[in-house]
T-cell receptor
Framework: GNSVTQMEGPVTLSEEAFLTINCTYT??????LFWYVQYPGEGLQLLLKATKADDKGSNKGFEATYRKETTSFHLEKGSVQVSDSAVYFC???????????FGAGTRLAVHP | DTGVSQDPRHKITKRGQNVTFRCDPISEHNRLYWYRQTLGQGPEFLTYFQNEAQLEKSRLLSDRFSAERPKGSFSTLEIQRTEQGDSAMYLC?????????????FGPGTRLTVT
């Protein structure tokens, strides 16, 4: 069945470091791909999305490119801030009703 | 637009009791989803409504679980005879069909603890 696998955390970085969180997926067909973020004490928020191969989603300095050949959607940011500390979830939409299939989440901790 | 709201935010119940959660989606959204998230995991799909019709249910949704969306607006999720394994965060999300990638907007969740 369809699934999403993302790198285990926690990821601990110093402020202004480069961030990569790996995400790969298995799917029949070509799902839309998403990154959601969950800040401490808050609900899930959509960070960025991509709907077809080679699309690049971007928001708040974060980017991810839909790579069909490697079935990947890695999240990157050039310079992280303490305020980026959160749990990041990679997800794909699945089926006719577009339910989301999530990865297990990756906790990011950024220190000053 | 006040976003998706859920009530209550926290619920502690004893094993064997029934609980009911409510979700109010964004007002014009016709699609509504319920997910369950356990500690350290990503959310898992439970069920989906388009307007008032429940169109898909996960195998995770045992017979003790029932969900309704009677007028195509708010939804309720009831768990009967709760078990300790039901302890989780229950998330509701909504979206509007015909909006491309169907981004789902999530509520803050209801955290259930079964003692």
């Amino acid at each position: 069945g369809n699934s999403v696998t993302q790198m285990e955390g926690p990821v601990t970085l110093s402020e202004e470091a480069f961030l990569t969180i790996n995400c790969t997926y298995t799917a029949t067909g070509y799902p839309s791909l998403f990154w959601y973020v969950q800040y401490p004490g808050e609900g899930l928020q959509l960070l960025l999305k991509a709907t077809k191969a080679d699309d690049k989603g971007s928001n708040k300095g974060f980017e991810a490119t839909y790579r069909k050949e490697t079935t990947s959607f890695h999240l990157e940011k050039g310079s992280v801030q303490v305020s980026d500390s959160a749990v990041y979830f990679c997800a794909q939409s699945s089926g006719g009703y577009n339910k989301l299939i999530f990865g297990a989440g990756t906790r990011l901790a950024v220190h000053p | 637009d006040t976003g998706v709201s859920q009530d209550p935010r926290h619920k502690i119940t004893k094993r064997g009791q029934n609980v009911t959660f409510r979700c109010d989606p964004i007002s014009e959204h016709n699609r509504l989803y319920w997910y369950r998230q356990t500690l350290g995991q990503g959310p898992e799909f439970l069920t989906y409504f388009q307007n008032e019709a429940q169109l898909e249910k996960s195998r995770l949704l045992s017979d003790r679980f029932s969900a309704e969306r009677p007028k195509g607006s708010f939804s309720t999720l009831e768990i009967q005879r709760t078990e300790q394994g039901d302890s989780a965060m229950y998330l509701c999300a909504s979206t509007l069909s015909g909006t491309g990638a169907y981004e789902q907007y999530f509520g803050p969740g209801t955290r259930l603890t079964v003692t």
